[in-house]
């Protein structure tokens, strides 16, 4: 049984940086194929995918947040870490990871809500 | 970037068809993908490849995709399909996923 499971703060300050993992189960970053990715989505808008990485350490980044996001992979721990510098109460959203199967989000994690606010 | 198009809502009587569609440069020679997502869930991924369903997904969602529109199908309708729908692609020029803005189909 695949899960994928969201954590990190629920409130950040403005100028600060937002640090999220993803802790999955039931898959592998030691089987060739395997992507996991972020997407996110402020209160009552649309998804907006953020950064994905790949079990041979590719990365992908949304181009308007790329200078703003790194995402790293921990195989041992079966953890992705995304951190945002310099957030703004614009990236008030809820955050979900996902496991990426083909072109497609085939599974996702409950998801986390991020507010920024001072 | 690639756009995806979708209409804001769509609206449909219990029991009847709703088509929800997704408009694209080319999208018919793009794999598309849909997503449901109930009030206060996460997305739930319903068709895949224009038209496969995971497991556990009803027959009654399906899909479609030709020339510069993907559809989503959705058969006799029930209450609980009442949710928001995301049409999703990739980007082969700037290899990275896109989402539509979604649709919030009701059901009347």
């Known amino acids: 049984q695949i899960t994928l499971k969201e954590s990190g703060p629920a409130l950040v300050k403005p100028t600060q940086t937002l640090t999220l993992t993803c802790t999955f189960s039931g898959f592998s970053f030691s089987s060739s194929g395997v992507a996991v990715g972020w997407i996110r989505q402020p209160p009552g808008k649309a998804l907006d995918w953020l950064a994905l990485?790949?079990?041979?350490?590719?990365?992908r980044y949304s181009p308007s947040l790329k200078t703003r996001l790194t995402i790293t992979k921990d195989t041992s721990e079966n953890q992705v870490v995304l951190t945002m510098t310099n957030v703004d109460p614009v990236d008030t959203a809820t955050y979900y990871c996902?496991?990426?199967?083909?072109?497609?989000?085939?599974?996702w994690g409950q998801g986390a809500l991020v507010t920024v606010s001072s | 970037s690639y756009v995806l198009t979708q209409p804001p809502s769509v609206s449909v009587a219990p029991g009847q068809t709703a088509r929800i569609t997704c408009g694209g440069n080319?999208?018919?020679?793009?794999?598309v993908h849909w997503y449901q997502q109930r009030p206060g869930q996460a997305p739930v991924l319903v068709v895949y490849d224009d038209r496969s369903r995971p497991s556990g997904i009803p027959e009654r969602f399906s899909g479609s995709n030709s020339a510069n529109t993907a559809t989503l199908i959705i058969s006799r309708v029930a209450a609980g399909d009442e949710a928001d729908y995301y049409c999703?692609?990739?980007?082969?020029?700037?290899?990275?996923?896109?989402f539509g803005a979604g649709t919030k189909l009701t059901v009347l």
């Open positions: 990485i790949y079990w041979d350490e590719d990365k």
């Open positions: 999703q692609v990739w980007d082969t020029d700037s290899d990275h996923p896109v």
């Open positions: 996902a496991l990426l199967r083909g072109s497609s989000w085939y599974f």
């Open positions: 080319k999208i018919g020679s793009k794999s």
